[in-house]
């Protein structure tokens, strides 16, 4: 398996624009969380997804941050309107929860830039 | 209240020193334990894990963890670092009934010739 896939990595934009954050979680898996790390605040859960439902959205900065989950194999995080603060790396992480099992698998994460 | 704390930021040693990273966490109930690596501009990866059993669990670069349930600790060990070990270290924990995990601030590893 390829593992999980972040899209972009890279972005960089200006204030007041709207960003989405693309992911794939690992084939199979039926859990789905994203995070963000910053110097100040370190790793942050913001949203997680079981099959496709949100569970718990407790992280979530406020309401310009939204996240959805259309299928199995894809997730957004979108900010609108995005400001400077929201700068950090965001990633993406997968786990199945069977067996017992509750590792995630993380994507390599896209490093926003807002200006 | 559950929570996991890694008491130091930043840990310097030399190369082939021995090393302890320190995680703690506080829990009413039973826990999962997991050490996630995180090498310069990378995602995390899972080191190693604690779901059950045997209470000293090991990585294959030679990493091992001690779940110590009266001390309520999962410290990291290494005998012997190399230069490749530099990277971030993150305790994480899955609280029984919770389906997330929780992070500690993580430890930056930082190995000097």
């Known amino acids: 398996d390829a593992g999980v896939i972040q899209s972009p990595r890279h972005e960089v934009t200006e204030m007041g624009q709207e960003v989405t954050l693309r992911c794939k979680p690992i084939?199979?898996?039926?859990?789905l969380f994203w995070y963000r790390q910053t110097m100040m605040r370190g790793l942050e859960l913001l949203i997680y997804?079981?099959?496709?439902?949100?569970?718990?959205d407790s992280g979530m900065p406020e309401d310009r941050f939204s996240a959805k989950m259309p299928n199995a194999s894809f997730s957004t995080l979108k900010i609108q309107p995005s400001e400077p603060r929201d700068s950090a790396v965001y990633f993406c992480a997968s786990s199945f929860r069977g067996r017992g099992s509750y590792e995630q698998y993380f994507g390599p994460g896209t490093r926003l830039t807002v200006t | 209240a559950q929570s996991v704390t890694q008491l130091d930021s930043q840990v310097p040693v030399f190369e082939e020193a021995p090393v302890e990273l320190r995680c703690n966490y506080s829990s009413s109930v039973s826990v999962y334990l997991f050490w996630y690596v995180q090498y310069p501009n990378q995602g995390l990866q899972l080191l190693l894990k604690y779901l059950s059993g045997s209470t000293l669990v090991k990585s294959i670069n030679g990493f091992e963890a001690e779940f110590n349930k009266s001390q309520t600790s999962f410290h990291l060990r290494k005998p012997s670092v190399h230069i490749s070990d530099t990277a971030e270290y993150f305790c994480?924990?899955?609280?029984?009934?919770?389906?997330?995990?929780?992070f500690g601030q993580g430890t930056r590893l930082t190995i000097n010739p």
């Open positions: 084939s199979g898996h039926d859990y």
């Open positions: 997804f079981n099959n496709n439902v949100p569970i718990d």
């Open positions: 994480a924990v899955v609280f029984q009934g919770a389906q997330k995990l929780v």
